[in-house]
């Protein structure tokens, strides 16, 4: 604190990087400024968790892929290309981090319900909701998997999907559609087996519209 009364955190470098963008703090990285990576921590870590979660079902896991992420930005920085939106870049360095713990992976550990997002909804129904979707969401192939998580509860713009998977925004578009139509099915036939599914009658249209709510580290 200084002679004014006023504490010396509220002017601290911390407060003014936030104020950036997350292209002009990677570009700050990129020319060695490292304060700039916190913020972007700070900003990316629920996100870049709650991805790895709904894609394995593996809080450790997904704990540490996130990890893996940041090291992999701060590695890999000088190939930022200026300009280039952040938040693609970091989904590619996402994905790229999960292929590479596949080839090396033990055999998938399977979903289960003490795996699913933390965030507690405000009543009985809705988190039964909530882990009946993660389920469905986990019977899905991998690839729709990953499509329905990265445009519906990362909200990732079909234009960032489609560069990061290297096809046409219309090509996106019909992946998505049909991904929905099939977790709608495994939401209907994993509700169907669940003991007292029977009290949540709305539930089937859950899966059409999923929300981009999701678990925090």
Same mark, same amino acid.
């Given at each position: 604190?200084?002679?004014?009364?006023?504490?010396?955190?509220?002017?601290?470098?911390? =407060? +003014? +990087?936030?104020?950036? $963008?997350?292209?002009?703090?990677?570009?700050?990285?990129?020319?060695?400024?490292?304060?700039?990576?916190?913020?972007?921590?700070?900003?990316?870590?629920?996100?870049?968790?709650?991805?790895?979660?709904?894609?394995?079902? !593996?809080?450790?896991?997904?704990?540490?892929?996130? %990890?893996?992420?940041?090291?992999? @930005? =701060?590695?890999?920085?000088?190939?930022?290309s200026p300009g280039?939106?952040?938040?693609?870049?970091?989904?590619?360095?996402?994905?790229?981090?999960?292929?590479?713990?596949l080839r090396k %992976?033990?055999? !998938?550990?399977?979903?289960?319900?003490?795996?699913?997002?933390?965030?507690?909804?405000?009543?009985?129904?809705?988190?039964?909701? $909530?882990?009946?979707?993660?389920?469905?969401?986990? !019977?899905?192939?991998?690839?729709?998997?990953?499509? =329905?998580?990265? $445009?519906?509860? %990362?909200?990732?713009?079909?234009?960032? @999907?489609?560069?990061?998977?290297?096809?046409e925004v219309g090509?996106?578009?019909?992946?998505?559609?049909?991904?929905? %139509?099939?977790?709608?099915?495994?939401?209907?036939?994993? !509700?169907? +087996?669940?003991?007292?599914?029977?009290?949540?009658?709305? $539930?089937?249209?859950?899966?059409?519209?999923?929300?981009?709510?999701?678990?925090?580290?």
């Amino acid at each position: 604190m200084d002679e004014t009364g006023s504490s010396s955190r509220n002017t601290g470098p911390h =407060l +003014t +990087t936030q104020r950036f $963008s997350d292209e002009e703090l990677m570009l700050q990285v990129r020319n060695g400024a490292a304060e700039g990576l916190g913020v972007l921590f700070d900003r990316y870590q629920t996100p870049l968790f709650n991805f790895y979660l709904r894609l394995t079902g !593996q809080r450790a896991l997904s704990e540490d892929l996130v %990890q893996e992420v940041f090291l992999r @930005i =701060l590695k890999y920085r000088r190939s930022y290309s200026p300009g280039h939106p952040f938040r693609a870049w970091v989904y590619r360095i996402a994905r790229n981090a999960r292929t590479d713990h596949l080839r090396k %992976q033990h055999p !998938q550990v399977p979903f289960e319900p003490a795996m699913s997002p933390a965030v507690q909804p405000e009543d009985p129904a809705r988190h039964q909701e $909530s882990v009946l979707l993660d389920r469905a969401l986990m !019977q899905l192939p991998e690839e729709k998997r990953e499509l =329905l998580i990265m $445009s519906r509860l %990362q909200e990732l713009r079909h234009e960032e @999907i489609a560069g990061l998977l290297g096809c046409e925004v219309g090509t996106v578009k019909v992946r998505v559609h049909r991904a929905l %139509q099939e977790l709608k099915q495994a939401y209907q036939q994993v !509700q169907s +087996t669940t003991t007292g599914a029977a009290n949540t009658p709305d $539930s089937p249209g859950r899966a059409g519209r999923i929300s981009p709510r999701g678990a925090t580290p």
